[in-house]
């Protein structure tokens, strides 16, 4: 609950140029998103507490479907971060940029989630770990997500 708290406390504020690597090399930017609300979520496989919410956030997908998420390792290669989503069966695409890009976000920690709607703004930041399996939280994300 307090990490619900956390991420409606963030005022909102324009998304920064952000670019990241998929698996197969090539690039892409939040411009490719544009008109679209988005969570971004910054991870790393060597990260405990990303380890530990990727299964919650990942189920939470599975039920939103309709939610775009862009979930960016800071791995330090693209093989790092498919080898822990393969080996824990996690249905999330292998993404990679580097601690710069995400510290351009305002990722000051791991994991990091960012909504944003869907005319560029932040709505949310939040630095650490949330409660995905929360029915309120899940309802305030969803509605901050709506275009």
Same mark, same amino acid.
């Given at each position: 609950m307090i990490a619900a708290l956390l991420l409606l406390a963030w005022m909102p504020a324009q998304a920064a140029s952000l670019h990241w690597t998929d698996s197969?090399? &090539?690039?892409?930017?939040?411009?490719e998103y544009k008109g679209k609300p988005v969570l971004v979520h910054f991870w790393a496989s060597w990260c405990g507490p990303c380890r530990h919410e990727m299964p919650a956030l990942t189920a939470w997908l599975k039920k939103h479907p309709q939610v775009i998420i862009i979930p960016i390792s800071l791995d330090s290669s693209?093989?790092?971060a498919q080898a822990f989503l393969t080996s824990n069966h996690f249905d999330l695409p292998a993404q990679l940029t580097d601690s *710069? !890009?995400?510290?351009?976000?305002?990722?000051?920690g791991l994991p990091t989630t960012l &909504?944003? &709607?869907s #005319?560029?703004?932040?709505? *949310?930041? !939040?630095?650490g770990t949330l409660p995905w399996e929360d029915p309120s939280?899940? #309802?305030?994300v969803l509605s901050m997500l709506k275009p």
């Open positions: 197969k090399g &090539a690039m892409h930017s939040l411009d693209l093989a790092d *710069a !890009q995400a510290m351009g976000m305002g990722a000051r &909504a944003i &709607a #005319d560029g703004t932040i709505k *949310a930041r !939040q630095i939280f899940s #309802d305030t």
